[in-house]
């Protein structure tokens, strides 16, 4: 009998109404397929959420940070609580079960790194670990907090010299989170699960020779693809043509997709200014636009941010920007079904499941060169914007947008290409081998 310990803090929350990004789909999605029950395996789940992520798979809710919508309300200090918290909570449960979960037949997979448990004393119990790496938090941090002025590794062999000193337990612990836990993750991990070959890359920069074993046989490249849940074409089209009518879309209207969490890296004010200066350019002429931006704000900065970027929509005189709020599976059906190019400006993204889900809708795709895209997108049915420094961002953006949407034809043809580009992206198919490779660790097996 093998055991794997899945551990999310985002386990066991209602996703359809709960904005808590990627990860925290794609840990619901791992925990729904590895739960449909394998001879040989026992599947727990812990979590911080009041509900199990999949049917019958033994689950257990540790500290929460008092309930939804807490947990997306969270300030930086008050989220480096919580994850101290859910550190502190899953360690003890993990050992204080090794008779029951025997470290040479348990395997633990930690759904992110930030939330994980203490992983160093877990290693030292005989423990094999597997992190999934759903944010590069250094390279995060940089790129939002820190401006991006210099390389990751800069900062990362800064810590490493502090570590070494013994100074960095002066440093707040919401720098110890970003830095430390994640040194400590590279060093402890048998496996490393990264979405993308540009991520893989940053960490191998910024940790190769530092850390522990080499990286390389460490390291598994895993671009997650999307999943498929069952549509109701009849009421997605009735729901659509309802909403074409509530909000006023004529038949040249040109309407623009994107979908995120609101919140400082999804890079949305980049979207709205961008659209301000093309209604009013050359390329803007005779266009009809209307944007609808899908989601809430939540996490970290998430409420001052929503504000700066309705702000700027209210500055648009002939163009339209909508939002719609957070959006449930049936919901963004209807609206895939309005839209006629779907957006992701993020200035950082670790992979995008969202530019997924816009292929699966038949959607070209225009994007900012985040991690991931050069990976999931191709000319025939995407186009990637390379942000470079920040005086330029507006204005690519506006000139892509620009030419894609002169083009109603060329974006038919687009779309058309995206859907059968979509089909290869299986998420069933990384599911299972990430399976296969976390319990190819429990017997030194290289995945």
């Known amino acids: ?76 200090l008050g989220y480096a609580r919580f994850c101290r918290e859910f550190e502190a909570a899953t360690t003890a449960w993990v050992l204080e079960r090794r008779s029951e979960l025997p470290p040479a037949e348990t395997v633990l997979v930690a759904n992110d790194i930030s939330e994980s448990p203490d992983l160093e004393r877990l290693a030292a119990a005989g423990y094999k670990v597997v992190t999934i790496w759903h944010v590069d938090v250094v390279e995060f941090f940089n790129r939002i907090y820190l401006g991006g002025v210099f390389k990751p590794e800069l900062w990362t062999r800064a810590y490493a010299r502090l ?20 040194r400590r993750a590279v060093r402890c991990s048998d496996l490393m699960v990264l979405p993308s070959r540009q991520m893989a890359d940053t960490v ?62 999804k890079g949305l004010h980049i979207l709205i200014e961008a659209l301000e200066r093309l209604e009013s350019s ?21 409420e001052a941010y929503g ?4 702000k700027a929509a209210d500055r648009l005189r002939r163009f339209r920007a909508f939002f719609p709020g957070y959006l449930d599976h049936a919901s963004k059906q209807a609206y895939f079904r309005l839209a006629d190019l779907f957006v992701s400006p993020s200035l950082h993204e670790s992979y995008g499941l969202t530019v997924v889900e816009g292929l699966q ?42 030419e894609l949407l002169g083009d109603p034809e060329g974006l038919r043809r687009m779309g058309e290409k995206a859907r059968v580009a979509a089909r290869g992206r299986d998420f069933g198919a990384s599911a299972e081998r990430l399976l296969e490779a976390s319990l190819a660790t429990l017997g030194g097996r290289r995945p």
């Not at 074993?213 to 997605?236: F, I, N, Q, S």
């Not at 050359?282 to 970290?300: I, K, N, Q, S």
């Not at 504000?307 to 309705?310: A, D, K, L, S, T």
């Not at 999931?376 to 892509?400: I, K, N, Q």
Request: glycine share 16%; proline share 8%.
């Open 282 to 302: 050359p390329l803007g002429r005779g266009l009809d636009v209307a944007a609808f931006v899908c989601g809430e704000t939540a996490f970290m900065r998430g």
């Open 1 to 76: 009998m093998a055991n794997l310990v899945f551990i999310g803090s985002h386990l066991g929350y209602p996703m359809d109404k709960t904005p808590l990004g990627g990860g925290a789909m794609v840990g619901l999605q791992l925990a729904r397929r590895w739960g449909t029950g394998r001879a040989g395996l026992r599947l727990v789940l812990l979590g911080s959420g009041p509900q199990s992520p999949a049917a019958g798979v033994e689950y257990h809710q540790l500290p929460d940070p008092g309930g939804e919508p807490g947990l997306t309300r969270l300030s930086e």
């Open 307 to 310: 504000r700066r970027v309705r």
């Open 361 to 402: 809708a038949g959607l070209p795709v225009l994007a900012s060169d985040h991690y991931g895209v050069a990976e999931t997108l191709a000319p025939e049915y995407g186009r990637t914007v390379p942000y470079g420094d920040s005086g330029a961002r507006v204005r690519r953006m506006h000139e892509a947008l620009g």
């Open 163 to 182: 570590a070494r000193w013994g100074l960095e337990r002066g440093t707040p612990d919401v720098l110890r989170l970003v830095f430390d836990k994640q």
């Open 204 to 265: 191998g920069r910024c940790y190769e020779g530092g850390e522990g074993a080499p990286l390389g046989p460490r390291t598994l490249v895993l671009p997650w693809g999307g999943w498929c849940e069952p549509v109701d074409e009849a009421k997605a089209a009735e729901e659509a043509a309802r909403l074409r009518a509530h909000y006023q879309l004529r038949p040249g209207t040109r309407v623009v997709m994107t979908m995120s969490r609101i919140s400082p890296e």
